[in-house]
């Protein structure tokens, strides 16, 4: 390969990785609150809150998705923990993962019951606020 070549690939390799974090969202990671309580218009889909909707949850994990229809509209999901799910020695002990919209755990030994983890835990397809015709995620 030529140093042209190379040059080249990674200057194209750093420009997409730096185009692809740029547009990544930050998820904090405690203490996550949302409120979702009007209507609006975003990428020819109408949306309306059918009721209000405020949380306070921590960020158990990320998963940033461009490829799928659905990245259009909601470009993250956050794996969120609340209740006994949002204390930190337990959450240590449950390995999270995420793929194709869905969130998973594992427990080697519940350090809760099962049923904690299952009602104090989910998987939200995140919807970043609209900030006008030039908004970028």
Do not use: C
């Not at 461009?66 to 990245?71: I, L, Y």
């Not at 969130?103 to 970043?128: G, L």
Request: net charge neutral; glycine share 8%; charged share 20%.
């Amino acid at each position: 390969m030529t140093l042209g070549r190379f040059l080249l690939i990674a200057l194209l390799v750093g420009s997409g990785y730096q185009y692809w974090n740029s547009h990544k969202i930050r998820a904090p990671a405690v203490g996550v609150t949302a409120s979702l309580n009007h209507d609006w218009n975003a990428y020819g889909y109408n949306i309306t809150a059918l009721e209000k909707f405020t949380f306070e949850a921590r960020v158990l994990g990320t998963e940033h998705y461009s490829m799928d229809r659905e990245a259009e509209l909601a470009p993250v999901d956050l794996a969120l923990g609340w209740g006994p799910m949002a204390n930190p020695t337990v959450i240590e002990q449950v390995k999270i993962s995420q793929s194709n919209r869905f969130y998973h755990w594992h427990v080697d030994q519940f350090p809760i019951p099962r049923r904690d983890i299952e009602v104090n835990s989910a998987n939200m397809h995140m919807v970043p606020a609209m900030g006008g015709k030039n908004h970028r995620f």
